[in-house]
C-alpha cells in the first residue's frame, strides 16, 4: 500500500510538472509581447519593465526561474497591478472559491445519490422516470445557461435571492444550484445504474432471506456497494466544476479564482493566467491523488491491482 | 441381424404443396446494423433525439434563407423587437434579426460540434490503434503521454491554447482537437487489445499481413459500436466548449454569429427585460446537448442490449 501511494505520488509530481511546462510554452507562444499596447511607452521605460519581469532573458532561463519561485509557492507578479502579486490575488479568491466549490460538489453528490438510489429503488415507476428527466436536462443544460435563467427569474423576476456580490449566504445560493446540475445530473446516472447492478447481486436475495429490514439492506448492503463508482468519477467530476466556476463566477461576479482567471484572459494579465493556471491544477491533481487512494483503501479488489502493475 | 423395419414404397408419398416451404428461412438475413436500427426504433428517447437531430440539420441548411434577413445586416430602428410577424424570433440589440442569426449559428456551432469529432475520430483510431497493437513499450510510452494530456482538464486546455490562436472557425476546432482525441484513442485502445488476440487477427497475421491492414480491416470495423457512441457524445461536448469560449470572448468574431456568442450578447438584456434575446439560443444549445446525448445513450444501448439498464 505505501509503495503504491508513493508511486501515484510521484506520478502526480510529474504530471503537474507537465502541466506547468505546457502552460507556460503557451503563455510564451502568444504573439506580440504584454507592453507592446501601451503605445506611447518611451524607449527607456520599456527596457527597465522588460528588465523587471525578467522578460529580456532567454526562455530556458525564464522557465526554471519560474519552476524555482513556484516550488516556493511564489507565482509571481502581476503585469497589470502594480501593488497586488498573484499571490496577493490568489489568497483573497481562494476562500470565497472554495467556498463555493465545496459547497457545489456537497450538493450535487449528495442530491445526485439521492436521485439515483430512488430511481433504482423504484425502477421504471414515476419516481425513476422523474429522476432521470432531471438527469437529462443536467446534462443538456451548460452551467452558464443554467446561471442566466436562475439570474433571470429568481433574482431579475421575482427577487427571490441577491446575485450580483458575495456578503451573505443567500448570495451563494443560485451560483451553487448553477455549478452543481452538470455533476449532479451525472451522479444520479452513475448511482442509478450501479445500484440496479447491487440490487440483483445474490447476496441481497440472502439478506432479505435472513430477515434484515429493508433499510438496513438499502443502507448497509446496497448503498455501501454501488457507492464505488461514484468515488472514481469524483476526480472528474472535479475538474468539470473547477472549469465551470471559471464563468459561473464571472456571471454572479464573485471574487474567486475563476474571475480572476477570466479577467486575466480579458486583459491579457499572462502571470495572473499562469499563475491561476497551475494553482487549478496544483488542487485537482491532489484531489486526484486523495481520491486514487481512497478507491483503493475502500476496495481491496483495486490495490491489488495497482500493485501488481 | 436383419432389420426389422421393413421399407415398401407406398410408405412413402410425394411432398405436398403446402409443406414445401416449412423449412424455408423467410425473413432475410438480419445484419448486425440493421439489428441495432431495430432496437434504436424501440427507444423513444433517442428516436426523438434523432429527430431534433435532423430537425437541427434541416434548418441549419435552409433556416438562414426563410425570412429574407440576413445575419449581420443591422437596423437601428428595428432593435429590441420582440418576436412578431417580421422577425419570427424577434431582433437583438443591434437590430439584428434572431431568426435568421441563430440558424446561421446552428451551422457554425454543428459544423465545429462535427468537425471536432471527426478529427478527434482519426487521431484516436491512428494512436489508439497503434498502441494497442504494438502494445509492449511503445503502448506504454504512447499511453503515458496521453494521460498527462489529460491530466489538463480540456476546457482549461482549450481556453489557454484559444489565448494564443486567433479567433475564428478552424482555430477552434484545432484547439478543440489537441487534447480531444485522448479519450478516443483510450478506448480504441483497450478495444483493439481486447480483439487483437482473437483467432482471426492471429489468422491476418499469421498470413503476412501488415499493421495498417489488419488495423482496418478486422479490428476498426470491430470496434465501430463504441466508437460511434462515443463521437456522438463528442459532438455536444464540443458545441458546449465553443459556447463556452464565445461566451469568454475567445470565441468567434463579430459579426458571425454562433450560440455561444448570442448567449454572451444577450446577457445585459436580461436586465432590461428582453428574455427572449438569450432564451432562444440558450435552448438551442440545450436542446442540441439533449438530442445527442440521448441519440449517444440510445445507440449504446441498441449496440450492446446487455448493458441496458
Known amino acids: 500500500m505505501l509503495k503504491y501511494i508513493f508511486k501515484r505520488f510521484l506520478w502526480s509530481i510529474l504530471t503537474l510538472w507537465a502541466v506547468i511546462t505546457v502552460t507556460f510554452m503557451i503563455m510564451h507562444f502568444i504573439p506580440g509581447d504584454p507592453f507592446a499596447r501601451e503605445g506611447t511607452m518611451p524607449e527607456a521605460v520599456y527596457k527597465n519593465l522588460n528588465e523587471h519581469y525578467h522578460l529580456d532573458q532567454p526562455l530556458f532561463i525564464q522557465y526554471t526561474r519560474y519552476l524555482t519561485s513556484l516550488i516556493q509557492f511564489d507565482f509571481g507578479p502581476s503585469l497589470k497591478s502594480n501593488t497586488m502579486t498573484v499571490n496577493d490575488f490568489i489568497k483573497q479568491g481562494f476562500p470565497v472559491s472554495l467556498h463555493l466549490g465545496t459547497q457545489a460538489i456537497l450538493l450535487a453528490v449528495v442530491l445526485g445519490m439521492i436521485l439515483g438510489v430512488v430511481a433504482a429503488y423504484n425502477r421504471n415507476k414515476w419516481q425513476d422516470y422523474l429522476s432521470m428527466i432531471l438527469a437529462i436536462v443536467g446534462i443538456s443544460v451548460p452551467s452558464f445557461i443554467m446561471a442566466t435563467f436562475l439570474i433571470n427569474f429568481f433574482a431579475v423576476k421575482w427577487g427571490i435571492f441577491p446575485v450580483a456580490t458575495w456578503k451573505s449566504w443567500a448570495h451563494t445560493v443560485l451560483p451553487t444550484i448553477a455549478l452543481s446540475m452538470m455533476p449532479m445530473a451525472f451522479i444520479a446516472r452513475l448511482m442509478r445504474s450501479s445500484m440496479l447492478e447491487v440490487l440483483s447481486q445474490d447476496y441481497m436475495i440472502t439478506a432479505k432471506a435472513k430477515g434484515l429490514k429493508g433499510k438496513f439492506i438499502l443502507i448497509h448492503y446496497a448503498i455501501k456497494n454501488a457507492i464505488l463508482p461514484v468515488v472514481t468519477v469524483l476526480g472528474i467530476l472535479t475538474a468539470n466544476l473547477i472549469t465551470g466556476s471559471f464563468i459561473i463566477e464571472s456571471i454572479f461576479g464573485i471574487p474567486g479564482i475563476g474571475e480572476l482567471f477570466v479577467k486575466g484572459i480579458f486583459n491579457r494579465d499572462y502571470p495572473v493566467i499562469l499563475g491561476s493556471t497551475v494553482f487549478y491544477s496544483m488542487i485537482l491533481i491532489f484531489l486526484i491523488f486523495i481520491i486514487d487512494i481512497a478507491y483503493t483503501w475502500l476496495d481491496p479488489r483495486i490495490k491489488v491491482i495497482g500493485e501488481n502493475n | ?309
Open chain 2, 1 to 309: 441381424m436383419e432389420s426389422n423395419v421393413h421399407l415398401t414404397k407406398d410408405l412413402f408419398v410425394p411432398i405436398q404443396d403446402h409443406l414445401k416451404d416449412v423449412e424455408k428461412i423467410n425473413s432475410p438475413t438480419v445484419s448486425f446494423w440493421r439489428d441495432v436500427w431495430r432496437r434504436l426504433k424501440e427507444n423513444k428517447l433517442a428516436m426523438a433525439g434523432l429527430m431534433v437531430t435532423l430537425l437541427l440539420l434541416l434548418l441549419a441548411a435552409i433556416g438562414p434563407y426563410l425570412n429574407g434577413y440576413s445575419y449581420y445586416e443591422q437596423d437601428f430602428t428595428q432593435k429590441n423587437l420582440t418576436p412578431n410577424a417580421e422577425h419570427w424570433f424577434g431582433t437583438d440589440q443591434a437590430g439584428r434579426d434572431i431568426f435568421t442569426r441563430a440558424w446561421y449559428g446552428a451551422r457554425i456551432s454543428l459544423f465545429i460540434g462535427f468537425m471536432a469529432a471527426m478529427i478527434d475520430f482519426i487521431i484516436g483510431i491512428f494512436y489508439g490503434g497503434i498502441a494497442g497493437l504494438k502494445g509492449g513499450r511503445a503502448d506504454n510510452v504512447m499511453m503515458r503521454i496521453s494521460e498527462i494530456l489529460y491530466s489538463i482538464p480540456y476546457l482549461l486546455m482549450v481556453i489557454l491554447i484559444m489565448i494564443v490562436l486567433e479567433r475564428g472557425i478552424w482555430p477552434i476546432i484545432i484547439a478543440m482537437s489537441i487534447t480531444g482525441w485522448i479519450p478516443m484513442a483510450r478506448l480504441v485502445r483497450g478495444q483493439v487489445m481486447q480483439l487483437k488476440e482473437q483467432d482471426f487477427v492471429q489468422a491476418a497475421n499469421a498470413m503476412g499481413s501488415n499493421t495498417l491492414w489488419v488495423l482496418r480491416k478486422h479490428l476498426v470495423p470491430n470496434t465501430m459500436g463504441p466508437i460511434l457512441v462515443n463521437v456522438t457524445l463528442t459532438v455536444p461536448n464540443a458545441i458546449f466548449a465553443e459556447a463556452t469560449l464565445s461566451f469568454l470572448g475567445l470565441g468567434i468574431p463579430a459579426p458571425e454569429a454562433s450560440w455561444g456568442t448570442m448567449v454572451s450578447d444577450a446577457l445585459g438584456s436580461i436586465l432590461i427585460g428582453n428574455f427572449y434575446q438569450l432564451a432562444i439560443p440558450a435552448i438551442l444549445i440545450s436542446l442540441t446537448m439533449f438530442a445527442f446525448n440521448v441519440l449517444g445513450d440510445g445507440l449504446r444501448d441498441a449496440l450492446d442490449p446487455k448493458l441496458r439498464k
